[in-house]
């Protein structure tokens, strides 16, 4: 139920959700279906409802900063980005990042979970066990424009009885049969992948989203649908930010029991007790952002800080993993690349109206994105002589490419003519960024810096990926249809990396702020069962705890981690 005030809460809940967005949901919607427990999320942000730019995925580019969707964070001066400080959004909404996200679909690679399981110690974060998580949350759909989807993706990998729906893309351009050419062209490089999501990404492969009926799915709309919102035993309540998690001071253990919450900066600060377990799924910046404010996390940063140190814990907030990413346009032979959107009010008014009155057409789409081609670096590279392999195995890409039907005016601005973009992407970087804190403040935002292409190897593999992309147009599908670079024509790596330092931007998907290790690890902040480690009562469960990052784009992840941490708790509740 959602609840319209304060005087509408409970005494106390079995269990209480902090952020009601993709990972907490998942387990607000799982929880509730034991009848015996109240589940209560608390949600900083506003009601995701009859948002039109939530809902048409074309628009999705108008939910970042400056909007009341977004948390409006900024990063600190990036060295690797030439001293720039870029936005990093996360949802300040109910659905959380999902109800912001740009839809794409990707589980990542086998290896990518079964490094999972041997980092943890625990066999049941690798792939073979965790294909069931993916398909209680998967619910694959037609596309927008029902075509028939033969060849497109391996039907078998995928399920339809899950709760978050998702399709193929709804609406083709002009690049797709060129990029489908390019993968039989240079196979060798681009070969054709029947279906990404098999735990083989590698080559290149028709894109899923988590689309349905030409609109976003988030884990608003899916796992707290009406029916779901309706139990009796699971309270929401929206626009109320939890400023601590509530300990009582037993030693050596300390216990949470409850949080504190308030509806603003000026307050009142008013607390609730969870009976069995507060679970803290504020997103990577959020949830290591309560810990601190709650006591736990680096002992002499606390001090600093002058808040109670309630346990130890060095690792919050540090590892923070950051997928870089850069757009390269090119100017192309095709009137009707989605430039015009941006340009012409009233093609957009129209194309709005197609959308609104039978969900087809171009803003089915994330500005004409459905396919995306992943790559490793060759294994007789010089690199290698330097550094060892971030990524989790053979099976898992180093960077990707995004083929957009336009220039992306959010991020590169507009121009005259008619665009494509590929964006490359940096998806096992090494460098490792960290939050810190200098303001005891819950309300004051902690300082982000995700240290972008600051490793060399980073820096390496973006130049390598800006050259596979060129390679890419090269092929004989392109020759008809691009016709210049609208980017850049350096080539020395100097003049790449002066290029990528003073374009690059983040993919806003970081993680790993809240690590998962080993039971017997003293490094990381929680336990392969979720729980903080040396304190009782609480569990981390989003995009934080991930191990490492995984060859992918993260919502996937999180909403399958987010699946198995509910079986866990039940199982131990029941
Ligand atoms: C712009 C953007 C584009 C993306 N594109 C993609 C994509 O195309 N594909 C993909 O796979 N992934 C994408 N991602 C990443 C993916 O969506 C996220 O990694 C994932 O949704 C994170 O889930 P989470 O549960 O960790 O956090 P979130 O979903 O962000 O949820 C955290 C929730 O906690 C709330 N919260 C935080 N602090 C408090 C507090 N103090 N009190 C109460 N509530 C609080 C927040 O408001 C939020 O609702 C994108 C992310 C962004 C931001």
Not at 66 to 88: A, E, H, K, M
Not at 124 to 141: C, Q, V
Not at 255 to 260: A, D, I, L, M, S
Not at 261 to 279: D, H, Q
Request: charged share 15%.
């Amino acid at each position: 139920v959602l609840l319209s005030n304060f005087s509408e809460l409970r005494a106390s809940y079995d269990f209480i959700i902090i952020g009601g967005g993709t990972a907490g949901l998942v387990v607000a919607n799982r929880l509730t279906e034991n009848a015996d427990f109240k589940v209560l999320v608390i949600e900083a942000g506003v009601s995701d409802a009859n948002i039109v730019d939530v809902q048409v995925p074309y628009l999705s580019t108008f939910l970042a900063k400056g909007t009341p969707y977004d948390w409006n964070f900024t990063t600190t001066p990036q060295i690797g980005l030439g001293g720039r400080s870029i936005d990093y959004p996360f949802g300040h909404l109910l659905g959380g990042s999902s109800s912001v996200n740009h839809f794409t679909y990707t589980r990542g690679s086998t290896d990518d979970y079964n490094r999972y399981a041997s980092l943890t110690g625990d066999s049941g974060w690798s792939w073979s066990n965790m294909l069931k998580y993916f398909f209680k949350n998967e619910k694959l759909t037609p596309p927008a424009d029902n075509r028939d989807t033969t060849g497109e993706i391996i039907p078998a990998v995928h399920s339809t009885t899950g709760i978050m729906g998702d399709s193929l893309g709804g609406f083709l351009t002009p690049l797709d049969h060129r990029i489908v050419s390019t993968s039989s062209q240079l196979s060798w490089e681009f070969p054709y992948n029947q279906d990404m999501n098999s735990g083989r990404p590698l080559g290149v492969g028709w894109l899923v989203n988590t689309i349905m009926n030409g609109a976003r799915v988030s884990s608003s709309t899916s796992y707290l649908a009406p029916k779901y919102l309706s139990r009796a035993n699971l309270d929401v309540i929206l626009n109320t930010r939890v400023t601590r998690i509530l300990s009582t001071s037993s030693v050596p253990t300390p216990v949470f029991t409850g949080v504190e919450f308030a509806a603003s900066a000026e307050g009142p600060l008013l607390s609730l007790n969870a009976t069995k377990e507060v679970i803290l799924s504020a997103g990577n910046v959020g949830s290591p952002h309560i810990l601190v404010h709650s006591g736990v996390g680096p002992p002499a940063m606390l001090s600093a800080l002058g808040i109670p140190l309630v346990m130890s814990n060095p690792s919050v907030g540090q590892n923070l993993t950051d997928q870089p990413l850069l757009p390269l346009a090119w100017s192309v032979n095709n009137p009707d690349s989605f430039d015009d959107f941006v340009r012409n009010t009233t093609l957009f008014n129209q194309t709005l109206v197609q959308w609104t009155q039978n969900r087809t057409g171009p803003f089915v789409t994330s500005a004409g994105v459905n396919h995306l081609a992943w790559n490793r670096i060759a294994s007789n590279a010089t690199i290698w002589t330097q550094f060892t392999d971030p990524s989790a195995g053979p099976n898992s890409a180093h960077f990707e490419m995004l083929f957009f039907n336009q220039l992306l005016a959010d991020l590169v601005g507009t121009g005259d003519g008619n665009f494509m973009t590929i964006v490359v992407s940096v998806t096992s970087p090494l460098s490792r960024g960290q939050l810190t804190w200098n303001s005891s403040n819950p309300f004051d935002p902690p300082n982000i810096n995700p240290n972008i292409l600051s490793s060399p190897f980073d820096m390496f593999v973006m130049r390598e990926a800006i050259r596979s992309a060129r390679r890419f147009v090269a092929a004989p599908a392109w020759s008809d249809y691009v016709i210049a670079s609208a980017s850049t024509n350096a080539t020395s790596d100097a003049q790449l990396n002066t290029f990528i330092s003073a374009n690059s931007l983040s993919l806003y998907q970081s993680c790993s702020t809240n690590s998962m290790t080993s039971y017997k690890s003293t490094y990381g902040v929680v336990n392969p069962d979720f729980k903080v480690k040396r304190v009782q009562g609480l569990r981390v469960i989003d995009a934080s705890v991930l191990p490492k990052v995984p060859s992918a784009h993260l919502q996937v992840a999180v909403y399958a981690f987010a699946e198995r941490a509910s079986d866990i708790i039940k199982a131990e509740w029941a």
